[in-house]
């Protein structure tokens, strides 16, 4: 279980996240949902402890991230498609991670396996394209075999058929009982994976319900839910052509 | 295989280190080079050498001193990689603790850049001194100072690499914290030079030239070594080197703690 208590995040003048507060549980994808700029990133950043909250805390099993034993069995992360050096190869990546997590070696194999990488497990990630990246950071989360997984936007860049591997590998890995968390702006992707959605813009909480009373909320589509809540949230936003 | 323990602890992380550090193959392209070049230099400089009577080892471990650029680069990037990557969230989504990062990194980098620098100073002491013709005597390690010389020498690539690796931390760009250390380490000396006389002697390179390879006085110009501004000695050269090295470190570590990721 994931609490996350009034977390207030500033950059400069930039209120990233403002007072968002919400639970996480163990059983279900949650959906992050949000436009571009409203603080998504920012919050999973938080709650790995990799960026400090102005106010506010996060607990994971009732300790922030810093106080874990072994943080890779514990939360499994993918906040970025790259979050690995270019001049290393996806094996080397893992083998030192797994080294950090006292992972077994050959859970390494195990993951390369699951995400289809085996082949390219040798070469220097720096040749991968964005939806190869993509499979060695879900790679990297699954390593310590965790029972909380945080996503940020695990789609981009992957073809259809990846796009469904992501969809149906969250849906099992909150069937086998883990806190699945996955912030993405594609509210059709979040209708058809995630059990529950929480909506941010602005940094704030816009909604937290379960994606079928959304939709009730918009007369049956998700997306008329969204817009309905969301509507003044977003950051950036084009003139409509008339 | 590490025993297994409640929690993660330095072990862990040394060994992710050690991973990461000998998975890049930059970082033994580096070390090669700051090796090959080292010895080249010394076998030329042995080769070229008619003065008898001057510090024939200082001369077979000039060529030490370009790869101590070399070293500080590389620990530069040992950092600052990270962060130009993304690397840097997935090593402390393992290691949370951050002081333990970067006292892994300096304990890992550290050994690999001590075991280097002392290959690299004695194999050029070696070549150097096979170099020499002219009937000049080769010196032994077995004469006074030159053993000290040697392994003092070796020992500074380490603790320029270690600087490096401080300056990565704090800075955390790759080509401002390349631009502090070659300007801390080559470009500060010649302007000091020329206005402070005095404080010269304390900078990183002529430490390494003036204090650490030495084996005799030095001479500076036509005035012997009366025009020379006060050198150190070797061990409080050493000791300086070491000071700077763990400035740097305690300031990165304490800058990496506080510092969003």
Redesign the interface.
Known sequence: MIEVHGLVKRYGATVAVNGLSFELRPGAVTGFLGPNGSGKSTTM?LI?????PDKGRVSIGGRP??R?????SE?G?L??A????????AR??L???A????I?RSRVGQVLGMVGLDAVAGRRAGTFSLGMAQRLGIA?ALLGDPGVLLFDEPVNGLDPEGVRWVRTLMKSLAAEGRTVFVASHLISEMALTADRLIVVGRGQLLADASVAELAVRGGGSLEDAFFSVAGGSAEFRGVDAS | ??A?????TFR??A??E???LR????TWWTLALTVVGAVALGTVIGFNTRNAAGDLTNNALAGMIPGLLLAGVLGVLCVT??YS???I?????????RPLVLAAKTAVFGTVMLVAGEVAAFVSFLAGSLALRHGIVAPSLGQPDVLRAVLLTGAALCLIGLLGLGLGAIIRHTAAAIAVLAGGVYVVPIFLGAIAHGVVADMPILIVGNSLSATKPMSCGGAGAAGCPHFPSPWAGLALLCLYAAVALVAGSWLLVRR??
């Open positions: 950043r790995m402890g990799l960026d400090y991230y810093r874990l034993s072994w943080p890779l939360v992360a906040l970025e790259r979050m690995f050096h270019p001049g290393r190869s080397a990546h083998l030192a991670m080294a950090a997590g006292g077994p990297a | 295989m590490i297994p323990t409640a929690h993660y862990h992380a060994r992710m050690w991973i990461k998975s890049l193959r930059s990689g990270e990557s993304g690397m969230r997935a090593t402390l989504a393992a290691v949370p603790r969003d990721a």
